[in-house]
T-cell receptor
Framework: EAQVTQNPRYLITVTGKKLTVTCSQNMNHEYMSWYRQDPGLGLRQIYYSMNVEVTDKGDVPEGYKVSRKEKRNFPLILESPSPNQTSLYFC????????????FGPGTRLTVT | AQKITQTQPGMFVQEKEAVTLDCTYDTSDPSYGLFWYKQPSSGEMIFLIYQGSYDQQNATEGRYSLNFQKARKSANLVISASQLGDSAMYFCAMREGTGNQFYFGTGTSLTVIP
């Protein structure tokens, strides 16, 4: 089954404790992205990648890191989480042309206390 | 300036009626794509429909159609014959150029009334 998986699905952590949210897709997609969703703000792109070792900042990259060492994986790293990073996070992948249709993971709800 | 604007935070529609969800966009790039996604209360993001900036005809997918008015920079979603299962949050999104940078609107919450 074609899918994007994220782990963990739920995470409660404390300020400053480094964490990684994993994202993996089995569709051989070139393009991957991370978004955060906050009430009233919609989805905002954090980082995106157009290929292995190619990543770019989205609208809200501060406080996040990503890496793309393999085509299928695109982990999101929070080196020192803060309460304002409490949010719902989505990973997405896309094959690119012609439609760039994105397939989304199930989401990770992160709470930073 | 906002790249994507959805001005209707909430909408109600009677079951079996049609409803239009508004979306306007802002870009100076001649090449772009417009998308609509549905997010039910369960939280997943579901792709509904796509319109490319060079497409001459409005996109349609089953009960969904995209009313693309390029000069007005609007990309409204029309849902015909609404069903109870259409109750959800709807997001308009845009991709500029040929990259992977996307912009989403703040969403419209649609409630279908029996």
């Amino acid at each position: 089954e074609a899918q994007v998986t994220q782990n963990p699905r739920y995470l409660i952590t404390v300020t400053g404790k480094k964490l990684t949210v994993t994202c993996s897709q089995n569709m051989n997609h070139e393009y991957m992205s991370w978004y955060r969703q906050d009430p009233g703000l919609g989805l905002r792109q954090i980082y995106y990648s157009m290929n292995v070792e190619v990543t770019d900042k989205g609208d809200v990259p501060e406080g996040y890191k990503v890496s793309r060492k393999e085509k299928r994986n695109f982990p999101l790293i929070l080196e020192s989480p803060s309460p304002n990073q409490t949010s719902l996070y989505f990973c997405a992948s896309s094959s690119g042309e012609p439609y760039y249709e994105q397939y989304f993971g199930p989401g990770t709800r992160l709470t930073v206390t | 300036a906002q790249k994507i604007t959805q001005t209707q935070p909430g909408m109600f529609v009677q079951e079996k009626e049609a409803v239009t969800l508004d979306c306007t966009y802002d870009t100076s790039d001649p090449s772009y794509g417009l998308f609509w996604y549905k997010q039910p209360s369960s939280g997943e993001m579901i792709f509904l429909i796509y319109q490319g900036s060079y497409d001459q005809q409005n996109a349609t997918e089953g009960r969904y159609s995209l009313n693309f008015q390029k000069a007005r920079k609007s990309a409204n979603l029309v849902i015909s014959a609404s069903q109870l299962g259409d109750s959800a949050m709807y997001f308009c999104a845009m991709r500029e150029g040929t990259g992977n940078q996307f912009y989403f609107g703040t969403g419209t919450s649609l409630t279908v009334i029996p």
